[in-house]
């Protein structure tokens, strides 16, 4: 299956793609361009809280695929995304403790379409990711989930932390992955439960991971003092996984 990333260019155009209710994940506006269309495009995109960058005219040029893009291109999602609410039906359905994966700031499209293949596989019942700061569903990632895309729903949300504590209220405990924390095999990972994974060079936020209930380090035994991001993530979903089966 091919997936193609979506590039709309053209005041109309984008307007229609905002109107119509297709997903955007960026707004690219020639910076200084104020007029009436334009501020009537700005309008559309803040009512779904999609990202706004303001960029000179070689960046929309580059961006554009037509080349004919009026001071605006939108960037549209390869894949629709989900709810919260969505990715928690989907474990009521299937009868089962919540287990979602929680991106902090993921910005590598191999690594999310990684990621959300080992989700699948694992069993997770979805995966949560910003909408700033991280890759969205781009056709790399969908390429790289090797299909996991069309079955493991993904949501995108404002704030991380703020989503944690909607999902504590619902019985749900987090362990977030860092180099300081307890040794994943001495911590008690059934139930419902997320796993945060944070940006490859700078970890799991300070803010993000004071909501979290336990800190889970993977035992090391070479030279270098890192996994990668997707890496990490499969290695603490397949104790989680261990341990649910148990």
């Known amino acids: 299956m091919r997936y193609k990333e979506f590039i709309i260019d053209g005041r109309n155009a984008v307007l229609e793609a905002f109107r119509s209710g297709k997903t955007i994940d960026k707004l690219f506006v020639l910076d200084g361009c104020q ?18 960058n303001f960029v000179d005219k070689e960046r929309l040029d580059r961006l554009s695929d037509s080349g004919h893009h009026q001071g605006v291109v939108a960037q549209a999602a390869a894949y629709e995304y989900a709810e919260v609410e969505d990715i928690l039906e989907n474990a009521r359905q299937r009868g089962e403790d919540p287990f979602i ?46 299909g996991a895309i069309n ?60 909501k979290c209930d336990y800190i889970a380090s993977i035992p090391m035994k070479g030279d270098i003092d890192s996994l990668n991001a997707s890496v990490a993530a499969g290695v603490l979903a397949y104790e989680i996984v261990r341990q649910r089966m148990m």
């Not at 007029?35 to 706004?52: L, M, Q």
């Not at 079955?151 to 999902?167: C, F, H, M, Q, S």
């Open 101 to 146: 994966f929680i991106l902090d700031e993921i910005e590598d499209p191999h690594n999310l379409g990684a990621i959300i293949r080992t989700a699948n596989l694992a069993g997770a019942h979805g995966v949560i990711i910003p909408k700033r700061r991280a890759v969205g569903l781009t056709a790399t990632v969908a390429k790289t989930s090797a």
């Open 35 to 52: 007029d009436g269309p334009v501020r009537t495009i700005i309008r559309e995109a803040k009512k779904t809280d999609t990202i706004i």
């Open 151 to 210: 079955y493991t729903p993904v949501a995108k949300v404002t704030n991380i932390g703020r989503t944690i504590d909607e999902l504590k209220k619902s019985g749900m405990w987090f362990v977030c992955a860092d180099m300081g924390g307890d040794t994943m095999y001495n911590l008690n990972l059934k139930g419902s439960i997320g796993l945060v994974i944070g940006n490859e060079g700078s970890g799991v936020s300070r803010l993000v991971k004071e």
